[in-house]
């Protein structure tokens, strides 16, 4: 039993580290692609994408663990 409650604890704080960093880095990306549009113009869409891709990488690896950390508090 005791396992199993450990597994469905680590499985937990996982899910909300991948939730918590992508919700973050999709709202940073959003934030950059208005500041860029009201700027700059309509930006690329590659640069849409790459910026996007490296706000939810950085999300994940920088606000995914103090997500975690709570959920296992």
């Given at each position: 039993?005791?396992?199993?409650?450990?597994?469905?604890?680590?499985?937990?704080?996982?899910?909300?580290?991948?939730?918590?960093g992508?919700?973050?880095?999709?709202?940073?990306?959003?934030?950059f692609?208005?500041?860029?549009?009201?700027?700059?113009?309509?930006?690329?869409?590659?640069?849409?994408?790459?910026?996007?891709?490296?706000?939810?990488?950085?999300?994940?690896?920088?606000?995914?663990?103090?997500?975690?950390?709570?959920?296992?508090?």
């Amino acid at each position: 039993m005791a396992s199993a409650l450990a597994l469905h604890s680590d499985r937990a704080a996982m899910i909300g580290m991948l939730v918590a960093g992508t919700v973050w880095g999709l709202t940073l990306s959003a934030g950059f692609f208005i500041n860029a549009l009201l700027n700059c113009g309509p930006p690329c869409p590659e640069d849409i994408a790459a910026v996007t891709a490296l706000c939810i990488a950085t999300g994940i690896l920088t606000i995914g663990p103090l997500a975690a950390f709570a959920t296992l508090r």
